[in-house]
């Protein structure tokens, strides 16, 4: 048995990656490169773009074939199947090989393109330097101000990226923008809001209030790209109409969507992307947004660029940056937390992977927001009573909204779905718990009091993966969702899960008053701590934290690695 299938038969190659393997040995007539096409398809369909050479250990499974990966990935073995047509150094064949990077195709094309569009995009002249000065003063006041430096840099741009922690004033920022560059415009702009969810674009509406009339949708709406077509219905030859696309969420968006949307716009056409660079990226291959705010180093500025916005927002920012520093601006104050206190200081702590400090904190908190419960002790009977009080406290209202306000205050995060401790384990102990209590009918599929989430997309009816509600009795079941008037029936609606616990990756884009982050001991490769950091800033009350010491170091002292090469492409 070759390697290939003895990692197939382990579980940790796919179907999908053996087949790939075979199409590509038949068709070029390679039948020894099976585990180069293999193990390459594997790396760049998961979290990769690329698959480095010189850098293989990535690989979940290279110390147990270390030999047979090393001899494969080697240039000469790379040289030798170039021979039959399989690999090139341009886009003449599937596989490319550039830089020391393996790519797909398809994958080289996409980063390509969303390089392209940054290293073009065209500073923007100031046509009229007074009014302009006028209007970032009547949006923000006088005197410094780094969401005003933000707001020029967006006007002075034809790209540009605000990044950020939670409640650093992203949507805030360019709610001002928008009004700045409408006052500026002799003409009303065309504008468009999105996210990459549902429920991303749902809250963006909630933060701007759908202001001017402006409704966020999903990119997949925005580009035309749901239901089976996963291409964008536009293109440069006929592109979106929009003056302005604004993108809330950048952080989740893929490096496919990315070049999609790039590809849809008009030319001239302003792309500002928001999101916070140290939160997940996308569960589909890339890190864009990380890969941007890496690139152009988020701190600094050029020169000319640090003279514009000294003159025109009163802002003194640091000068000994190139031009690709000149589309990043990091806002780093909080409105929200103290980085000095409780949960603002753990996010600190967690964003630059210090875990002494981190411990410090969830063990010793000041505040009295921050409760640590080791794994060792009896988590689930404390589940037992959690999950008890939530329902007996969202029966206790009489209207269904504010039944949905109180299922929503407090939320179980995970790292996985599977598991003693993922998700689906959580909401199946939780069901069982209620109807032991005689809460629920364990013959019941809906149930009074019962929080659910969307998990597919549902155009027709506006329902959205990841979206949450609640089922409640009242002429029948019928779930309840956010800002919407109407309830839907629950035999009308599109697939979901009940949700008492979610992934990390499912709560981007959402708050909570009350998180309950269970983190056990893992080897996995998303046990990082951008996943910790993720989870600690949706607590905006109170985070509870269910693990060991030894787990919490081990999230906080590994940072996600995602091998791409448009870091380097923007730099060069």
Avoid at 197 to 216: F, H, P, Q, S, V
Avoid at 242 to 268: C, F, G, Q, T
Avoid at 458 to 472: A, H, I, P, Q
Wanted: charged content about 25%; hydrophobic content about 40%.
């Amino acid at each position: 048995m070759n390697t290939a299938d003895v990692l197939y038969e382990n579980g940790q190659l796919r179907d999908i990656d053996v087949q790939f393997a075979k199409q590509m040995c038949a068709v070029f007539d390679c039948p020894e490169a099976h585990l180069f096409f293999a193990v390459l398809f594997y790396a760049v369909s998961t979290e990769h773009t690329c698959l480095k050479t010189d850098r293989i250990d990535i690989l979940p499974f290279y110390k147990d074939f270390k030999e047979e990966l090393d001899t494969t990935f080697s240039r000469e073995n790379i040289q030798k199947i170039a021979a039959s047509g399989a690999i090139a150094e341009d886009e003449s064949a599937p596989v490319i090989f550039t830089g020391g990077r393996l790519y797909l195709a398809a994958f080289y094309r996409s980063e390509k393109l969303v390089g392209d569009f940054i290293r073009k995009s065209s500073e923007i002249a100031i046509s009229d330097g007074e009014k302009l000065k006028e209007l970032l003063i009547k949006e923000f006041g006088e005197g410094a101000n780094m969401q005003k430096a933000a707001a020029l840099c967006a006007c002075l741009s034809g790209f540009c990226v605000i990044t950020g922690g939670p409640g650093t004033g992203k949507t805030t920022t360019v709610r001002k923008v928008l009004n700045i560059l409408n006052a500026l415009s002799d003409t009303p702009l065309n504008i468009a809001l999105t996210a990459p969810t549902g429920k991303a674009a749902n809250r963006l509406n909630e933060t701007l209030n759908e202001a001017d009339g402006l409704k966020a949708v999903t990119l997949h709406r925005l580009l035309g790209t749901s239901g089976s077509r996963d291409r964008s219905r536009f293109s440069p030859e006929y592109p979106m109409s929009y003056d302005v696309v604004i993108v809330d969420e950048a952080s989740m968006v893929d490096l496919k969507m990315m070049s999609e949307l790039v590809n849809s716009l008009k030319p001239h056409a302003r792309l500002i992307l928001l999101g916070d660079k140290d939160q997940l990226s996308s569960v589909m291959p890339g890190s864009v947004l990380g890969d941007i705010c890496t690139a152009s180093q988020t701190d600094v500025f050029s020169q000319e660029r640090a003279s514009i916005i000294k003159k025109y927002a009163d802002t003194e920012v640091l000068a000994n940056g190139q031009s690709i520093s000149d589309i990043t601006v990091a806002l780093t104050e909080s409105h929200r937390f103290d980085d000095t206190l409780g949960i603002g200081r753990l996010a600190k702590a967690c964003r630059v992977g210090d875990s002494e400090t981190a411990l410090d904190v969830i063990c010793n908190d000041t505040t009295q927001k921050i409760e640590f419960i080791p794994s060792d002790t009896d988590i689930m009977g404390f589940f037992r009573k959690y999950i008890i009080d939530l329902y007996k406290k969202t029966v206790a209202e009489s209207d269904p909204q504010m039944m949905l306000e109180a299922a929503a205050k407090s939320i179980i995060l995970c790292p996985n779905v599977t598991g003693r401790f993922g998700t689906q384990a959580i909401n199946s102990f939780a069901l069982a718990a209620l109807s032991r209590e005689g809460l629920r009918s364990s013959t019941e599929k809906y149930f009074h009091g019962q929080p659910i989430m969307i998990t597919e997309n549902d155009y027709s009816m506006n329902l959205f993966n990841g979206e949450t509600g609640l089922v409640v009795k009242r002429d029948g079941m019928k779930a309840y969702f956010a800002g919407r008037e109407r309830p839907v029936g629950v035999m009308r609606m599109p697939s979901w899960v009940n949700v008492y616990a979610m992934t990390v990756h499912k709560s981007q884009g959402s708050e909570f008053d009350h998180v309950i982050l269970v983190l056990p001991e893992s080897d996995s490769p998303i046990a990082t701590r951008e996943l910790f950091y993720t989870a600690v800033t949706r607590a905006k009350e109170k985070l509870t934290v269910i693990s060991s010491e030894t787990a919490i170091k081990t999230y906080l002292n590994r940072q996600t690695e995602r091998f791409s090469g448009l870091e380097d492409y923007l730099k060069s």
